[in-house]
């Protein structure tokens, strides 16, 4: 009640599309309750005016002699020091651009070592679970506490042949049940073994700041679309060397120092050392742009008073949620395991899509249904069959049955308590 109280807490940083109306099925209508930020968080204002004052400079970069263009390169590369700033990054790490967290995750996945093993637990979203496939990689079973999940890393990795490669693969915040995965310690196991860690922090990194060096990560991962950004961009940052050993992820023009024919007909690559090897073609400026912006606007409002506001919004959800009987909140280390703003739950008796599909057409409320992009850790906290499920989980459970998806909500620096409230309300 003291954060509630706290008017700093109340005002939440402005986003594009809360006064959004949408018609209702029972008549009349209701502004947009956006609670699928897990998803897409809806970008900040403060981005969108950004990158508005930007528009009339617009110019290619690393390309032309003209001063747009000089211009747009150096907002390009200024981006990319905002970013390393953001994460904390250490002197000699590369902050790559990217489309999103899954591009950056399978870049990594291409750059590997030979011979390198991987580990990544079940839990993990697609996009972390499934780029590694053709690596040596070791599936983790879903482990029931933090400290599991480090004993299960150490004792996979106690197992491996000392001398290879190995990597790590983990979530910071899981996007299904919000909880924070205990990074700094599997990171510590990681190098205990000599292994390397790369972080999943597309969920954590819009809630909690990410420091690079503290939690002593290798990379790290993230999307600007989640982080309050437009779409279309994503940041892999980390250690240079098997990045700058590895050849590039595409192949093209931006990668390439010194190309030449060779004497027998073919065709000799130079390729750079520096992040542009692994960022061939023209890049997505405004994606680099729009993610710095974004960068500067949560550390300016503070990520203590952001994370105490978002406490104040996942203590009221939990609360709200805990006087319904038929609601029974996901989670793999414990009810009151800390989390980001992002809750899964099933409601006894109701089919999950059924009950989005409801949120939405009679209360304006945009949440997400389905086994979110993670198949394997929502199947394991559901207790229920694979075979029964279509892709995204859809088949009717009958009554008393096991539900075979669930419903999720999520929220962050610009939602409101109405929507919270509404929300609430709506459940109950
Ligand atoms: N990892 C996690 C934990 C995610 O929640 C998501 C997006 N749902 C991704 C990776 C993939 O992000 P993107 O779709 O932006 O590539």
Redesign the pocket.
């Known amino acids: 009640s003291d954060l509630a109280a706290d008017q700093s807490l109340r005002a939440p940083l402005p986003v594009l599309g809360r006064d959004v109306t949408v018609p209702l099925v029972t008549g009349g209508e209701v502004t947009y309750a956006a609670l699928d930020y ?3 968080a809806p970008a900040l204002q403060r981005v969108w005016d950004d990158v508005a004052a930007y528009a009339p400079y617009y110019g290619s970069v690393h390309r032309g002699a003209g001063y747009l263009s000089q211009l747009s390169t150096d907002l390009f590369e200024n981006a990319r020091n905002t970013v390393a700033e953001f994460l904390d990054c250490r002197g000699d790490d590369q902050v790559v651009f990217t ?7 399978n870049l990594l996945a291409a750059a590997l070592p030979t011979d390198c093993q991987v580990f990544v637990f079940e839990t ?5 679970l499934l780029p590694w496939r053709d690596a040596h990689v070791t599936y983790l079973n879903a482990p029931r506490t933090p400290a599991e999940a480090v004993a299960t890393v150490e004792r996979a990795l106690a197992g491996r042949d000392p001398h290879g490669p190995a990597l790590v693969c983990v ?5 299904v049940t919000g909880e924070l995965w205990p990074v700094r310690e599997l990171a510590a196991a990681a190098h205990a073994h000599g292994a390397r860690i790369v972080l ?5 990194a819009p809630h909690h700041p990410v420091s690079v060096r503290e939690l002593g990560v290798d990379w790290v ?6 982080l309050y950004a437009p ?1 279309g961009s ?1 940041v892999l940052a980390g250690r240079a060397d098997w990045l700058t050993e590895a050849d590039p992820y595409l192949a093209g023009g931006g990668a390439s120092r010194k190309v030449s024919r060779r004497t027998d007909g073919g065709v000799d690559v130079e390729w750079h050392v520096s992040e542009a090897r692994h960022e061939a073609g023209s890049p997505n400026v405004i994606g680099a742009y729009s993610i710095a912006s974004a960068c500067k606007a949560l550390t300016e409002a503070g990520f203590d008073a952001l994370v105490a506001r978002e406490q104040y919004l996942i203590d009221t959800v939990r609360a709200g949620l805990a006087e319904v009987p038929q609601v029974r909140v996901l989670s793999l280390f414990g009810d009151d395991a800390p989390r980001v703003g992002v809750l899964s739950f099933v409601v006894d008796g109701w089919n999950s899509s059924h009950f989005a599909a409801a949120l939405s057409a009679e209360y304006g409320i945009g949440v997400r249904d389905g086994l ?3 198949h394997p850790l929502v199947r394991t906290l559901l207790g229920s069959d694979p075979e029964a499920q279509g892709e995204c989980g859809a088949p009717e459970a009958a009554p008393g049955e096991k539900s075979l998806n669930a419903i999720r909500v999520s929220f962050g620096a610009g939602t409101p308590d109405e929507h919270i409230e509404r929300f609430l309300g709506a459940v109950k």
């Open positions: 897990a998803a897409s489309r999103s967290t899954t591009d950056s995750l993990e979203h697609h996009a972390s979530t910071g915040a899981s996007n999943d922090a597309a969920q954590l991962a993230f999307s600007g679309h989640k779409f994503g979110f992009c993670a």
